[in-house]
Nanobody, 121 residues
Framework: QVQLVESGGGLVQPGGSLRLSCAAS????????MGWYRQAPGKQRELFAV???????NSADSVKGRFTISRDAAKNTVYLQMNSLKPEDTAVYYC???????????????WGQGTQVTVSS
């Protein structure tokens, strides 16, 4: 199995910054991609940033220029640097990994427990 542990959420004022981390552990065979989703109250969970095994990235227009996704492949850890935060960024942030394991090479999605990010004055 694969476990994802997130850290770094909290309360921040508009215009502030936060850095989220997500460490993947377990019998990871081939980590194809990691990404960040978020879910605001009353809304669907949305993918807004992803990083592939070749370190290429993609992000939603709503966060481009403000959020940066990166990873440390040796540690199977993905980071999300969030700058210029806005109240509309308030949500529960979930880490996602798409990977196979040593027991099942077929890749599937794994999820972190979620971390709350609140942007408010």
């Amino acid at each position: 199995q694969v476990q994802l542990v997130e850290s770094g959420g909290g309360l921040v004022q508009p215009g502030g910054s936060l850095r989220l981390s997500c460490a993947a552990s377990g019998s990871i065979f081939s980590l194809y991609r990691m990404g960040w989703y978020r879910q605001a109250p009353g809304k669907q969970r949305e993918l807004f940033a992803v990083i592939l095994s070749d370190n290429s990235t993609n992000s939603a227009d709503s966060v481009k220029g403000r959020f940066t996704i990166s990873r440390d492949a040796a540690k199977n850890t993905v980071y999300l640097q969030m700058n210029s935060l806005k109240p509309e960024d308030t949500a529960v942030y979930y880490c996602n990994a798409y990977t196979g394991t040593w027991t099942s090479r077929v890749p599937r999605d794994y999820w972190g427990q979620g971390t709350q990010v609140t942007v408010s004055s």
